[in-house]
């Protein structure tokens, strides 16, 4: 009994290192990027040796899916198949921006960082599109249902990060108003302003 009870014991305070470790590197991810981290700065913030990081994470990768797959987890992405059956396409884009935005809100300092960051680091940019890229793909199509040309390159532009960060963060605007603006730039250009 007491061998299964020391067999549980350790297998929980892995867990914890562990969760402490990909919760230090999402932590500096979110205030200096995955690109600029680095395994020591990881294992100090986690208050563990670099060989304990190693052992629970090999290499760079493996750690970069572990952060991200926790902050999913702890946020997840909305999920457009709950727009799908809105009739009305306004209405669906304002949903599906509305909660877009809201995840860009609450996610904005993690997300400026990583996005960035994906600009020239390659790895950064491979995790992003293995964890990001279904969800955004999702979005253009639910989304951009009915669209022409014109209105799918808006939509594109509706669902950038840095479009909500312009229009929120640094012009200002209150959540709906810059949802309202994208639905109005590609109802627009659906009505034939070119």
Same mark, same amino acid.
């Given at each position: 009994? &007491?061998? /299964?009870?020391?067999?549980?014991?350790?297998?929980?305070?892995?867990?914890?290192?562990?969760?402490?470790?990909?919760?230090?590197?999402?932590?500096?991810?979110?205030?200096?990027?995955?690109? %600029?981290?680095?395994?020591?700065?990881?294992?100090?913030?986690?208050?563990?040796?670099?060989?304990?990081?190693?052992?629970? !994470?090999?290499?760079?990768?493996?750690?970069?899916? &572990?952060?991200?797959?926790?902050? %999913?987890?702890?946020?997840?992405?909305? $999920?457009?198949?709950?727009?799908?059956?809105?009739?009305?396409?306004?209405?669906?884009?304002?949903?599906?921006?509305?909660?877009?935005?809201?995840?860009?809100? +609450?996610?904005?300092?993690? &997300?400026?960082?990583?996005?960035?960051?994906?600009?020239?680091?390659?790895? /950064?940019?491979?995790?992003?599109? %293995?964890? !990001?890229?279904?969800?955004?793909?999702?979005?253009?199509?639910?989304?951009?249902?009915?669209?022409?040309?014109?209105?799918? &390159?808006?939509? +594109?532009?509706?669902?950038? !990060?840095?479009?909500?960060? /312009? %229009?929120?963060?640094?012009?200002?605007?209150?959540?709906?108003?810059?949802?309202?603006?994208?639905?109005?730039?590609?109802?627009? $250009?659906?009505?034939?302003?070119?």
């Amino acid at each position: 009994m &007491a061998r /299964t009870y020391t067999l549980k014991r350790r297998a929980e305070q892995q867990a914890e290192t562990r969760l402490r470790i990909v919760q230090a590197a999402v932590d500096l991810h979110g205030s200096v990027g995955p690109a %600029l981290t680095s395994i020591s700065m990881v294992a100090e913030r986690a208050g563990v040796q670099r060989h304990t990081l190693y052992a629970h !994470f090999p290499d760079e990768r493996s750690l970069l899916l &572990a952060c991200s797959g926790l902050t %999913l987890e702890r946020a997840p992405l909305p $999920d457009a198949e709950a727009w799908r059956a809105m009739k009305d396409h306004h209405e669906r884009l304002r949903a599906g921006l509305r909660a877009i935005y809201g995840w860009y809100d +609450q996610n904005a300092d993690l &997300a400026a960082c990583v996005l960035r960051d994906s600009e020239y680091h390659a790895l /950064t940019r491979e995790v992003i599109q %293995l964890r !990001f890229g279904p969800y955004m793909a999702a979005y253009r199509e639910v989304l951009g249902e009915k669209l022409n040309k014109k209105g799918h &390159a808006v939509l +594109q532009l509706a669902l950038s !990060f840095y479009t909500w960060r /312009t %229009l929120v963060r640094e012009s200002g605007l209150k959540q709906n108003a810059a949802v309202e603006a994208m639905v109005q730039a590609i109802a627009c $250009d659906q009505v034939g302003m070119r």
